[in-house]
């Protein structure tokens, strides 16, 4: 699908008034959302993710999923989280910046709250502020090791305290080193390897707490990315921008597609979601496991043909 085509294809289905969905009977009493920064579905068939990869192959998974444009963390999770597009959150930059406007519309955990159910947040980057000042999180940890080894340590620690409903957790390693490197580069590969061991962490911390039988973990990631040309970073240095040579925030294949993946109870065991799957589906799924409604102002729809 041509850049400019999926642009104006998912335009046309936010002008759409889809009806909200009502509450059902949960499917999950555990929700676990895990965003790998900048992990585009080439970089994980290329990196030791031996774990990501046996999770895709034993649950449901698509490496044809979509983000949205422009392509960049912050307004990817706001609507990876809140069910919608960046013309509805309006969060458009991409740092947290407490003189900026809050986020105004509701996330999966405001609610989730609402029907008392209880919610957190293991991030490794300062702008998921933004979700912590919106409210809705019972936690909110940015660890002080923020990398990967970091996150997974703190997700284990969350868990043998408390086991939330809904538990997101951002790795950035990926990004990181992909901005510096180069979005293929063997410094990236280390990286989302490493995050696979935290994701191996995380898991046997899920088991511990005799919960993995009625959660669900949804693998994904915001954005993907491409590296510049030399031509470009250097007239990107002349005028004093940021010239690293990974990047991202177009609209181009290798900055739009991303995976994802569910595992777990309920979830259809080895199967190729064919559905489209754009990044403000996660937000609808989570509820929808959760036996949650699903607002009618939401743009996303639960991927409903990932579970049995």
Known sequence: ???????????????????????????????????????????????????????????????????????????????????????????????????RPKLTVPTIFHLAKERGLTTAMIAAKPKFITFREAGGLDTFVIPENAKAAGVGAAVAELLKKQQPNIVFIHFADPDTTGH???????EKMQALADCDQALG???????????????????????????????????????????????????????????????GKGVKSGVTVTAPVVQYDTAATALWLLGLPVP?????????SAFE
């Not at 960049?72 to 003189?99: F, R, Y």
């Not at 009618?296 to 991927?303: D, H, I, L, N």
């Open 201 to 263: 962490v995380i898991r046997a911390a899920i088991a511990a707490a005799g919960i993995a039988d009625s959660s669900v973990v949804i693998l994904t990631a915001d954005h993907g990315g491409h590296d510049r040309t030399p031509e470009e970073n250097e007239d990107r240095a002349k005028r004093g921008q940021s010239h690293q040579p990974g990047t991202h925030g177009s609209a181009d294949t290798a900055d739009v597609v991303i995976p994802w993946v569910a595992w």
């Open 1 to 99: 699908m041509c850049s400019t085509f999926r642009s104006v294809w998912f335009g046309l289905l936010a002008c759409l008034a889809l009806p909200a969905i009502a509450a059902d009977t949960p499917r999950a009493s555990h929700v676990f959302i895990i965003s790998f920064d900048q992990a585009a579905p080439s970089n994980i068939a290329t990196a030791e993710m031996p774990l990501f990869k046996a999770m895709a192959a034993e649950g449901a998974h698509t490496w044809e999923a979509y983000t949205i444009v422009p392509s960049i963390t912050l307004p990817s999770h706001v609507s990876m989280l809140s069910g919608v597009g960046i013309q509805k959150h309006q969060i458009l930059w991409n740092e947290w910046d407490a003189t």
């Open 296 to 304: 009618e102002s939401f743009w996303g729809r639960p991927v409903v």
């Open 180 to 186: 510096q490197y180069g979005v293929n580069s063997p």
